[in-house]
């Protein structure tokens, strides 16, 4: 005969809130936005050799070939943001280490589009010109 223990109330009533409960409304849109920007980004790579000229655009990098160097950065990004809202929506725990990570890329590559690359670009000196 098993005796009933005092904390056995307190284990039946334990209530638990889901991690998706618990993000805003605003995380919420994003992750879905990002669960269609991942599902495009496979499409992109299975059927970009069909497109011809496909415009992808991220943190300030641009191409309008899928199949370049560039082109598969950008799709590879998009591809990571589909893991990453994957991983937030299931409430997997992975899922916010992989976000913590795609943040950390987000920044660097911003950083490089907005601070090294304009030095690299041909209209960057005739606009410098044009200032002097």
């Known amino acids: ?4 223990s005092v904390f056995d109330e307190f284990d039946n009533n334990f209530n638990t809130k889901r991690r998706r409960n618990l993000l ?7 992750i ?6 991942g599902f495009i980004g496979i499409l992109i790579l299975a059927f970009g050799f069909f497109m011809g000229k496909f415009n992808l655009s991220l943190y300030g990098l641009e191409t309008d070939k899928a199949y370049s160097l560039m082109g598969f950065f950008l799709t590879a990004l998009f591809i ?4 990453v809202s994957y991983g937030l929506w299931f409430e997997q725990d992975w899922g916010i280490k992989i976000a913590k990570i795609d943040a950390i890329i987000g920044l660097v590559v911003c950083g490089i589009s907005m601070f090294v690359l304009p030095f ?6 005739y606009d410098l010109k044009l200032l002097f």
């Open 24 to 30: 805003p409304i605003w995380i919420k849109v994003f």
């Open 32 to 37: 879905w936005l990002f669960f269609a920007f």
């Open 80 to 83: 990571l943001k589909g893991i």
């Open 1 to 4: 005969m098993e005796e009933k």
């Open 120 to 125: 690299f670009t041909k209209n960057f000196y």
